[in-house]
């Protein structure tokens, strides 16, 4: 009986457990990114715009006015870059704001590529 033990012992040090040790760790990749969009419309307040970009992306006033103009003329922009949760969150947010004040304004989240 010990002589069973004894070989059964010697064989789980020759089952290749070593190489777990001596593999490259892989390396863990990085979560993707999405960019928030906030687009262009014909209704929503250009001054009501730029509060939405200070409250919901703690933009300063001027930053802010050059995004709102930004997606007045170009018709979109990227008003931030962030995880998945996040950009789902804030999109969230700056969409149940504009319905609670009337407004039509689209907020949208992509991912980067």
């Known amino acids: ?10 064989r789980s ?4 457990d070593t190489s777990v040790l001596t593999a490259t760790k892989p390396k863990t ?10 687009l262009n419309d014909d209704f929503t307040p250009m001054e009501f715009v730029v509060h939405v970009l200070e409250r919901f992306f703690g933009l300063n006033h001027a930053q802010a006015f ?3 103009l930004t997606v007045h003329k170009k018709g979109v922009a990227v008003v931030g870059v962030f995880s998945h949760e996040i950009a789902e969150t804030k999109v969230a947010q700056v969409m149940d704001f504009a319905r609670r004040h009337q407004h039509p304004l689209q907020c949208t989240m992509e991912k980067e590529e």
């Open 66 to 68: 050059e995004i709102m």
């Open 1 to 10: 009986m010990h002589r069973d033990a004894f070989i059964m012992a010697g």
């Open 29 to 38: 990749k990085r979560p993707p990114l999405y960019k928030v969009l906030l």
């Open 13 to 16: 040090e020759d089952d290749g």
